[in-house]
């Protein structure tokens, strides 16, 4: 067992929980006297950070989300105050998520966060093109295609870079006018792509 006092010294490993501390003196003449106080030892906070899919090169840079407790700070390659920008290349990269309770005590978790080049991309079109209201959105978000274009599909990036909903081109081909139903859709940044007969466009779209 581990003792909390060893030379003066107190070790907070000895572990969670309240300890009694004695103070004891005697002065020159023989007299003695002690007095007691009590030592608090907490946890260290547990923390955790959720897997992050892969996200494209050229994808916007977006909001670190998934680590636990909330209130915490991202730190790594790529990242400034919390948001992690592809645009710094193809490889993978360490994500740590470091959290400090009220009392200074802190610890962290990580994952890796992979960019990749993605093939088939050749084309990026000016977001300009889709008109996206509201945004931020609720319930739903209404999408316009503003040229002679065609969108034929679409894909909903979260922040992770998880795919959380699409639309194929049998439902959307030829559309002008669609919206999104976002009632099972959690609050956050998301990455909108739009595939169109003359490349991609990339739109954010803010849910409350």
């Known amino acids: 067992m581990q003792v909390a006092v060893a030379d003066?010294?107190?070790?907070?490993?000895?572990?969670?929980?309240?300890?009694?501390?004695?103070?004891?003196?005697?002065?020159?003449n023989g007299c003695s006297g002690n007095s007691s106080a009590q030592m608090t030892v907490v946890p260290v906070p547990v923390t955790s950070l959720n897997p992050f899919g892969n996200v494209c090169s050229d994808?916007?840079?977006f909001v670190l989300t998934g680590g636990s407790p909330s209130g915490g700070i991202y730190i790594g390659q790529g990242i400034t105050n919390g948001i992690f920008d592809p645009a710094?290349?193809?490889?993978?990269?360490?994500v740590s998520y470091y959290y400090?309770?009220?009392?200074?005590?802190?610890?962290?978790?990580?994952?890796?966060?992979?960019?990749?080049?993605?093939?088939g991309i050749t084309n990026i079109i000016s977001d300009a093109t889709v008109s996206l209201y509201p945004n931020p959105a609720d319930k739903k978000?209404?999408?316009?295609?503003?040229s002679d274009d065609k969108i034929n599909s679409l894909e909903l990036y979260n922040s992770s870079g998880a795919i959380v909903y699409g639309k194929t081109n049998f439902e959307i081909k030829s559309l002008k006018h669609f919206e999104i139903d976002l009632s099972l859709?959690?609050?956050?940044?998301?990455?909108?792509?739009?595939?169109?007969?003359?490349?991609?466009?990339?739109?954010?779209?803010?849910?409350?």
Do not use: H
């Not at 003066?8 to 020159?28: K, L």
């Not at 710094?88 to 360490?94: D, L, P, V």
């Not at 940044?189 to 803010?206: A, D, F, Q, T």
């Open 8 to 28: 003066d010294t107190f070790n907070p490993a000895v572990g969670a929980g309240t300890y009694t501390i004695d103070y004891y003196y005697t002065d020159s």
């Open 59 to 61: 994808a916007q840079a």
């Open 88 to 94: 710094i290349g193809a490889g993978t990269y360490s």
């Open 100 to 119: 400090e309770d009220s009392l200074g005590c802190s610890t962290g978790s990580n994952q890796d966060i992979t960019v990749d080049i993605c093939t």
């Open 141 to 146: 978000v209404n999408i316009d295609l503003n």
């Open 185 to 208: 859709i959690s609050p956050g940044v998301y990455l909108l792509r739009l595939y169109s007969e003359n490349g991609i466009i990339n739109k954010k779209l803010m849910v409350e």
